[in-house]
């Protein structure tokens, strides 16, 4: 009966163990799919609203793209703030081959579509400092290599007024409560802030450029804020960390229900099939809310 015992005994801790290593690796899929989750599904979903946004610069910018830049440093007139969420210019690099249209906003939503210009600071040509801030790992990672920018390197704003050109004068890391960067200057310059290092929000990377040149003042029909149509960002809603809690117990319940109906029938496909089709929804819906509670410059 002892020895009976004992081999119950073994069994019970084998099929416990063997539980738990179904779960350690099931959490590991999980982890790897929402890493695939940051760095493919929410770069396709901001390449799609880049060539919306581009869609709507060529209403006004025929080419789509920011041309050389021909005329004097002479900074341009304060112009009305076209408000949260139109775009402002087209921000070409060409020493890091980028080319994101500026969405007017750097909140959470602002950001998921392209480089935001942080509100209250001067627009591309104008006196001032003009300050733009990017994700560098997530939603398009537009500013990904903005640390292999070097001194001299010409970044090209191409906006409803004018062509602008800034050349780069220095790049250094700051702590992210540091918002002296973007704050007025004595010169008019163009200011880009990132995460530093990549893939971690500790600090901030920034880039400083001079304005070079301003080209021809562009003559257009109707006024520029009536031009820069709104796209849609802080109308969004912002999932909380109670959706994580509602979308991660629903995928959980799903993942433990395909388990046992997989143990219990012979139609294992089937039920793998439908435990799919009804998970993958979750597990989206769960990756979104997560992604939501990082920060906003990750």
């Known amino acids: ?140 990672r537009p500013f990904r290599n903005l640390d292999h920018l070097k001194r001299g390197d010409q970044i090209v704003i191409a906006t409803p007024r004018a062509d602008v050109l800034y050349r780069v004068a220095w790049q250094r890391v700051v702590a992210p409560t540091d918002l002296s960067v973007i704050g007025p200057t004595g010169t008019n310059s163009l200011t880009l802030t990132t995460c530093h290092p990549a893939y971690s929000a500790a600090q901030r990377l920034v880039v400083r450029a001079e304005l070079v040149a301003v080209g021809h003042v562009r003559r257009t029909p109707v006024s520029v804020t009536e031009t820069q149509s709104r796209t849609i960002t802080s109308d969004v809603p912002r999932p909380s960390a109670w959706h994580i809690v509602i979308w991660g117990s629903l995928a959980l319940a799903v993942y433990l229900l395909t388990w046992r109906f997989i143990r219990r029938t012979r139609r294992r496909a089937l039920v793998i099939v439908a435990g799919l089709l009804v998970g993958t929804p979750l597990l989206l819906a769960l990756f979104n809310a997560i992604s939501w509670q990082l920060p906003a410059g990750y």
């Open 1 to 140: 009966m002892t020895e009976w015992r004992v081999k119950r005994s073994h069994r019970r801790r084998a099929a416990s163990l063997a539980r738990l290593g179904h779960a350690l690796i099931s959490a590991g899929l999980v982890v790897l799919l929402f890493g695939g989750y940051q760095l493919v599904v929410t770069d396709t979903l901001q390449r799609s609203t880049q060539t919306q946004l581009t869609t709507e610069v060529r209403r006004i910018l025929p080419s789509g793209s920011a041309p050389r830049v021909l005329g004097t440093a002479t900074p341009l007139p304060r112009s009305v703030d076209p408000g949260e969420g139109h775009w402002v210019g087209v921000l070409s690099i060409p020493a890091i081959k980028l080319q994101q249209v500026i969405v007017n906003g750097t909140t959470v939503n602002d950001l998921r579509l392209g480089p935001g210009h942080y509100l209250g600071t001067p627009m591309p040509g104008e006196a001032g400092n003009v300050a733009i801030a990017g994700h560098r790992t997530t939603w398009g």
